[in-house]
T-cell receptor, first 111, second 111 residues
Framework: DVKVTQSSRYLVKRTGEKVFLECVQD?????MFWYRQDPGLGLRLIYF???????EKGDIPEGYSVSREKKERFSLILESASTNQTSMYLC??????????FGPGTRLTVT | QKEVEQNSGPLSVPEGAIASLNCTYS??????FFWYRQYSGKSPELIMS????GDKEDGRFTAQLNKASQYVSLLIRDSQPSDSATYLC???????????FGDGTTLTVKP
């Protein structure tokens, strides 16, 4: 019953490293999203994509980029990781009006 | 002002009671409203959606929407300890891809 998977559950990186977070969905959804979740700040949208090679900035895109070369895969890239990017990162996908499926999350720690 | 605001909580109710969770939103063009449940250490899961004024019932859950007051709520009847979780309110504008989330309200149901 695999739906949305993320490449890592836990990740520790050093400041300045380039970090790749991968998300794959097997539901043929057009829409995919990257959120980060922090205590007291809730879920905040980083980037989303409506289609292959399409991307839109969310509310907090600074310091991040994304790639969607195939419909099922949406990657989040931290070009130069910083400690304030320590967070839980959640990928989600939807084929309908509502945000339907979240991945298990990646807890990233930048030291 | 945040786009979506929820009672900060935490909210504690005894088993069998009605739990009432509230959410207000600032943008009048918002058209779609969702409640997600998130257990500790897990990803959010969609439990209710509502699009028109009034009540929508699904089992022990009732979502209520009042667009004039820009208010949406979730009632959980006969609360169970298994309902203990953080509940996230999300709002979406029609034809826009992204959902905006509130910070969440943590509910504890005491046996």
């Amino acid at each position: 019953d695999v739906k949305v998977t993320q490449s890592s559950r836990y990740l520790v990186k050093r400041t300045g490293e380039k970090v790749f977070l991968e998300c794959v969905q097997d539901m043929d959804h057009e829409n995919m999203f990257w959120y980060r979740q922090d205590p007291g700040l809730g879920l905040r949208l980083i980037y989303f994509s409506y289609d292959v090679k399409m991307k839109e900035k969310g509310d907090i895109p600074e310091g991040y980029s994304v790639s969607r070369e195939k419909k099922e895969r949406f990657s989040l890239i931290l070009e130069s990781a910083s400690t304030n990017q320590t967070s839980m990162y959640l990928c989600a996908s939807s084929g309908a009006q509502y945000l339907s499926d979240f991945g298990p999350g990646t807890r990233l720690t930048v030291t | 002002q945040k786009e979506v605001e929820q009672n900060s909580g935490p909210l504690s109710v005894p088993e069998g009671a009605i739990a009432s969770l509230n959410c207000t939103y600032s943008d009048r063009v918002s058209q779609s409203f969702f409640w997600y449940r998130q257990y500790s250490g897990k990803s959010p899961e969609l439990i209710m959606s509502i699009y028109s004024n009034g009540d929508k019932e699904d089992g022990r859950f009732t979502a209520q929407l009042n667009k004039a007051s820009q208010y949406v709520s979730l009632l959980i009847r006969d609360s169970q300890p298994s309902d203990s979780a953080t509940y996230l309110c999300a709002v979406k504008k029609t034809n826009a891809g992204k959902s905006t989330f509130g910070d969440g309200t943590t509910l504890t149901v005491k046996p």
